[in-house]
């Protein structure tokens, strides 16, 4: 049964008659406008031996978005209507809850079916057919680069851009700012020493559907990203923001190694008393030559007692 707070929302319907000719570009729709916003639904094939799936996104796309700030929080339900079985209603649907902003305004599924169901069955069946696609959703849309009467009372300058915030929102979510406007008393106006897109990413982490990935745990001081690497955890230090830093956990936690090494996520645990992820990390160690490769190891000599302790006693599982 469909989420109500869905069903009652927006509802975007494609049919795309042009299915069996997507190639890796994919296909995208018309535009479907809805108040002041344009979406646009895209199709995407991916035909790699072990992935192969058909993705299906939407995009938030309207004029001069590239000079605003916004973030966008979205509960949808993406629909893939089978047209054989289209009276009784049969289809294979996705529901999920997201956020972007202007730098990311592409969100869905990269592999929402695989290709065999997608083309095999019942969704079409030759050249003539046509797939529909239903998306249901509803979104709440917060732009940071107006003032809002009688919500935002505070301006925050980061380089070039200014940031329209309610100050008792930003206090409640980061310690640092709770400091600055509460302790120190600081007015309306205030200047801080960050890049807007990590600014961006402190105020995208306030909410829930927030997700940390790749792309987004792993930054750079510098546009161009060549300055020095900073990560979500200095950000989530540095701001003193916990939900922030319990979001950083549970991503390393599920994180493979060939991001980060073993080594460099316990000296993360450690340092952030990441408990969960610590458990999980001596966990990792399956043999007794994992264990003695991390005590050889330089790094091993800077962990804490503790982390060494409980390093140390994961031999005993196996003897």
Known sequence: MMNPLIKNGNKIRWKCDEITYIDKKGLLSDVHKIDQFEWKIKITKDESK???????????DFENSANKTWICEIDAEIVLVKQEDRIQGKSISKKFNFCFDQKHPLWGFPRFT???????????????????????????????????????????????????????????????FFDMLVNKKVEANIKIDISPREFRLILASFYSCFTI????????????????????????????????????????????EDSMSLIQKIELAEQNDYENLMKRLVLCLKTAKDVKKIKESEEFNGFKDTTKIRILARLLDFY
């Open 213 to 256: 990935c790749d792309d987004n745990f792993y930054m750079a001081f510098d546009a161009d990203e060549t300055g020095p690497k900073i990560n979500l955890v200095d950000l989530a230090n540095r701001f003193g923001v916990p939900d922030l830093h319990y979001k950083c956990e549970q991503y390393l936690i599920t994180q493979k």
């Open 114 to 176: 695989d290709l065999d169901t997608f083309m095999e069955g019942g969704f079409i069946e030759n050249d003539d057919e046509f797939i529909v696609i239903e998306v249901f959703f509803d979104f709440k849309y917060v732009e940071f680069g107006k003032h809002i009467p009688g919500f935002t009372d505070l301006i925050v300058s980061v380089e070039d851009a200014d940031f329209y915030i309610n100050k008792g929102f930003l206090c409640a979510k980061s310690k640092y």
């Open 50 to 60: 072990y992935y192969g799936g058909v993705g299906i996104f939407m995009s938030l």
